[in-house]
């Protein structure tokens, strides 16, 4: 059996991408990779320099405008909730069908 799962090796973004605010965590892989994780995405990213927050906002941008470039659906946050202490908790919209906005 792998390593038990620790709440606190994930940390908590957001990202504005044409207005509309998305959010995701990424967790540390070593000292030069993020591994970023959110709504339909799931992908390892080199730092190549850049703080964490922000290499895990591009990914996730990418993510996003690839989707509306060909007309996939977008999964993204409507709000963040914090029910129980620290812990964030994303609230998703419907699938967007290859529109960014609210269904």
Not at 54 to 83: C, N, S, T, W
Request: proline share 6%.
């Amino acid at each position: 059996m792998g390593p038990a799962y620790n709440e606190h090796d994930l940390s908590y973004f957001t990202q504005q991408i044409d207005g509309i605010a998305f959010g995701g965590w990424y967790r540390h892989l070593g000292t030069d990779a993020i591994e970023v994780l959110t709504v339909g995405l799931m992908r390892t990213v080199r730092l190549d320099g850049r703080l964490p927050a922000d290499a895990a906002g591009q990914a996730m941008e990418e993510f996003v405008r690839a989707r509306k470039r060909v007309g996939l659906p977008i999964p993204r946050a409507m709000h963040v909730e914090y029910p129980e202490g620290d812990t964030p908790t994303v609230v998703c919209d419907q699938l967007v069908g290859g529109k960014l906005g609210s269904s």
